[in-house]
């Protein structure tokens, strides 16, 4: 079901994007986290910005 409201797709992608991903294993963290919660390892980045499009 495509969305089309675009107050609504900003609130969406704030979500998508609010997440770090483990280098290591690809796990999804909150982004406040430090290490990861599957392998523990530290090596986390940022989920990068307008690279996925749900439809
Ligand atoms: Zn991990």
Request: proline share 5%; charged share 40%.
């Amino acid at each position: 079901m495509p969305i089309t409201d675009p107050e609504l797709i900003r609130i969406v992608e704030r979500r998508l994007f609010d997440v770090k991903i483990c280098r290591r294993c690809g796990a999804k963290n909150p982004l406040r986290a430090t290490k990861c919660r599957r392998c523990k390892s530290t090596d986390l980045r940022l989920k990068k910005k307008a690279t996925a499009k749900y439809k």
